[in-house]
C-alpha cells in the first residue's frame, strides 16, 4: 500500500466555468464579499479573501452564454468555503437573505455547520464552519461519526456582528 499522502496538503484555489463574468463578479464580490484580485479582459476575472491571490477563479473561456449540466452528469457537486468562525457564517447568511439567494439546505454535520446554494451558473456552493475537532462526534470505537441534522438558521443568525 502507498503511503498517505502528506498530512499538510491543502486544497488551493478553483476556478469555475461561468456563462457572464459580470453577473459572477457580481454575485462573489458584492453578494458573498471576495475581494477582486485580476481581470483578464472580458473573460476571465480572480477574487479572494484577505488580499490572497485567489481563492475562486471564474472564466468564460469555454462557456460564455452557457447552460449549467442538466443533473444527472457528472462534475462538480460543490466547492466548498471555510469561514474562520461562527460568526462570518453568520454574516455570510445574513449577506445571502439580504440579497434574497436562496438556500438549497443547512445542515450540522456535526464537525461542521454548513449553508448550501447555487450561484447564478447553478455551480454548488457551500458555505461552513468547522467545530474543534475535539468536540467533533465519535464512535465508541473512536472513529469519526458526522450526522446531518438541521441548522438552526435564527441561532446561527443571532451570532453575526452587528451591522454597521
Keep these: 500500500m502507498s503511503p498517505p499522502i502528506h498530512p499538510d496538503v491543502r486544497i488551493g484555489h478553483v476556478h469555475l466555468k461561468v456563462s457572464d463574468l459580470e453577473r459572477s463578479l457580481a454575485f462573489?464580490?458584492?453578494?458573498?464579499?471576495?475581494?477582486?484580485?485580476?481581470?483578464?479582459?472580458t473573460q476571465a476575472a480572480f477574487v479572494s479573501a484577505g488580499g490572497y491571490h485567489h481563492h475562486i477563479g471564474l472564466n468564460t473561456w469555454e462557456s460564455r452564454g452557457g447552460?449549467?449540466?442538466?443533473?444527472?452528469?457528472?462534475?462538480?457537486?460543490?466547492?466548498?468555503?471555510?469561514?474562520?468562525?461562527?460568526?462570518?457564517?453568520?454574516?455570510?447568511?445574513?449577506?445571502?437573505?439580504?440579497?434574497?439567494?436562496?438556500?438549497?439546505g443547512a445542515s450540522d454535520?456535526?464537525?461542521s455547520e454548513a449553508l448550501y446554494l447555487h450561484d447564478p451558473d447553478g455551480n454548488g456552493l457551500e458555505l461552513y464552519v468547522d467545530r474543534a475537532p475535539s468536540l467533533w462526534p465519535r464512535s465508541?470505537?473512536?472513529?469519526?461519526?458526522?450526522?446531518?441534522e438541521p441548522l438552526d438558521l435564527d441561532a446561527l443568525l443571532a451570532e453575526a456582528p452587528p451591522q454597521s
Excluded: W
Design 28 to 41: 462573489y464580490c458584492e453578494v458573498l464579499g471576495f475581494q477582486l484580485t485580476q481581470r483578464y479582459g
Design 140 to 148: 465508541s470505537s473512536g472513529e469519526l461519526s458526522m450526522t446531518t
Design 109 to 111: 454535520h456535526g464537525v
Design 67 to 104: 447552460k449549467a449540466p442538466p443533473r444527472g452528469n457528472t462534475g462538480l457537486f460543490h466547492v466548498a468555503i471555510l469561514y474562520p468562525d461562527r460568526a462570518s457564517l453568520a454574516e455570510a447568511l445574513r449577506r445571502l437573505i439580504q440579497n434574497k439567494i436562496p438556500l438549497d
